[in-house]
């Protein structure tokens, strides 16, 4: 082998100038994400993301259930040209993907909301605003985003809560997350440790933290401070008391089927309910005016030892029939969760952590990138499995996925 072959093989790569596609060229699945969240954040943040209720079984359950499940493909067949478009509540998505409502975004990176909002509409799929989010309902609507869902955390004083539905239908926000697994926090025993407080304040931890982590806080102080951007209701008290583990205590224990058929009267669009919910709730909320569901356990951050989401979809679609939106998070981590949740009855799967984990990493680009990457996954896991649009994923799901394996 001559000198001239020898270099055709190496093959030397160009030395990519720009900082932050260096870093997504080394990103080859969602998880990598992690790793590089984990090393840019302060420990107590990354926890908040990272961690889950009490002893995290729950949150361990949801992985661990999706990856029980096995597919048995369907060989020889033209796979050639695959369609991932679908449409939900009248709205078109490039893929069945959306972006789960997450609260202290801008914690992970000062334009959270706003970047993640807009690598949604770069891809073309909803976005959906938390209650707790720290940018404003009209703030994240200013982005132009043509699909902006809004996560309702329903609060003792009403006060705070009612006018968020207000500000939703006037920005423009197409549908309506109320959230029922929330009328407590849970024990989320790692942010009690660190002493989690929203904004991050300074402790001796958090100044030996800031020795390590320095681009972080240059970061967040050339930014605009991080509070609870949406309730500006709250007295200056009651903001300085807050944090991730106390934040709860405003939440309404009271929370029954009246204020949800109040809420409905009060949101003329679509109406989805939000937590761990069984067939014979989703038939009562069916007659109460909901519109869908969005089958979450909180990502295993509520009640602990709860059951995994994906072993809740069968029933529960079984309970309100083919026609009626479900959507599911908790646990999808890879394209074949996305493709699992689609076989055995949702019509959209919504991610949390693994683009909290990106928009940490790399912004807007890493939230993109994430996105891109569950969606090759998806795609490769459909052309394997003899599939090459959503109705069919969905139409052969019972033969593609069946009992866990």
Same mark, same amino acid.
């Given at each position: 082998m001559n000198l001239q072959e020898v270099l055709e093989l190496v093959?030397?790569?160009?030395?990519?100038?720009?900082?932050?596609?260096?870093?997504?060229?080394?990103?080859?699945?969602?998880?990598?994400?992690?790793?590089?969240?984990?090393r840019k954040?302060?420990?107590?943040?990354?926890?908040?993301?990272?961690?889950?209720?009490?002893?995290?079984?729950? &949150?361990q359950a949801n992985r661990d259930a999706f990856k029980r499940r096995k597919l048995r493909p369907h060989l020889?067949?033209?796979?050639?040209?695959?369609?991932?478009?679908?449409?939900?509540?009248?709205?078109?998505?490039?893929?069945?993907?959306?972006?789960?409502?997450?609260?202290?975004?801008?914690?992970m990176h000062p334009t959270g909301e706003v970047s993640s909002c807009l690598a949604a509409m770069v891809?073309?799929?909803?976005?959906?605003?938390?209650? &707790?989010?720290?940018?404003?309902?009209?703030?994240?609507?200013?982005?132009?985003?043509?699909?902006?869902?809004?996560?309702?955390?329903?609060?003792?004083?009403?006060?705070?809560?009612?006018?968020?539905?207000?500000r939703a239908a006037a920005a423009g926000y197409k549908a309506l997350e109320i959230t029922i697994d929330t009328v407590v926090s849970g024990r989320r025993v790692r942010d009690m440790r660190n002493g989690l407080t929203i904004p991050p304040q300074l402790s001796i931890a958090t100044i030996l933290d800031i020795a390590?982590?320095?681009?972080?806080?240059?970061?967040?102080?050339?930014?605009?401070?991080?509070?609870?951007?949406?309730?500006?209701?709250?007295?200056?008290?009651?903001?300085?008391?807050?944090?991730?583990?106390r934040i709860g205590t405003l939440f309404d224990q009271t929370l029954n089927w009246t204020d949800i058929e109040s809420m409905r009267k009060r949101w003329s669009g679509p109406l989805l309910l939000k937590g761990p919910i069984g067939p014979a709730d989703a038939r009562r909320a069916i007659e109460a005016g909901v519109d869908g569901f969005h089958l979450s356990n909180h990502?295993?951050?509520?009640?602990?030892?709860?059951?995994?989401?994906?072993?809740?979809?069968?029933?529960?679609?079984?309970?309100?029939?083919?026609?009626?939106?479900?959507?599911?998070?908790?646990?999808?981590?890879?394209?074949?969760?996305?493709a699992v949740s689609i076989a055995l009855g949702a019509d959209m799967a919504f991610i949390g952590r693994s683009y909290v984990y990106a928009v940490a990493a790399a912004g807007q680009r890493g939230v993109e990138h994430a996105i891109t990457l569950l969606t090759d996954q998806l795609r490769s896991v459909m052309q394997l499995s003899g599939v090459t649009t959503l109705a069919e994923l969905r139409q052969q799901g019972p033969e593609l996925c069946g009992e866990p394996g």
């Open positions: 093959q030397l790569r160009r030395f990519e100038r720009d900082p932050a596609q260096r870093l997504l060229n080394r990103v080859h699945t969602p998880d990598d994400f992690r790793a590089i969240a984990k954040l302060p420990r107590a943040v990354f926890d908040y993301v990272d961690g889950g209720a009490d002893e995290e079984i729950a &949150m020889l067949r033209d796979v050639s040209v695959t369609d991932l478009t679908g449409e939900l509540f009248g709205n078109p998505f490039q893929v069945p993907i959306g972006l789960a409502p997450t609260g202290y975004t801008r914690m891809k073309g799929i909803p976005y959906v605003l938390s209650t &707790m989010g720290t940018t404003t309902v009209e703030d994240v609507a200013a982005t132009g985003h043509p699909n902006l869902w809004f996560q309702l955390y329903v609060t003792s004083d009403r006060r705070l809560s009612d006018p968020l539905i207000d390590t982590r320095p681009q972080y806080w240059i970061n967040m102080l050339r930014h605009p401070a991080i509070g609870f951007a949406n309730f500006g209701a709250l007295s200056p008290e009651e903001v300085k008391s807050a944090s991730s583990t990502g295993g951050r509520q009640l602990d030892r709860c059951a995994a989401t994906i072993d809740l979809l069968g029933p529960l679609r079984a309970g309100v029939g083919p026609e009626v939106p479900i959507v599911i998070d908790s646990g999808v981590r890879h394209g074949a969760d996305i």
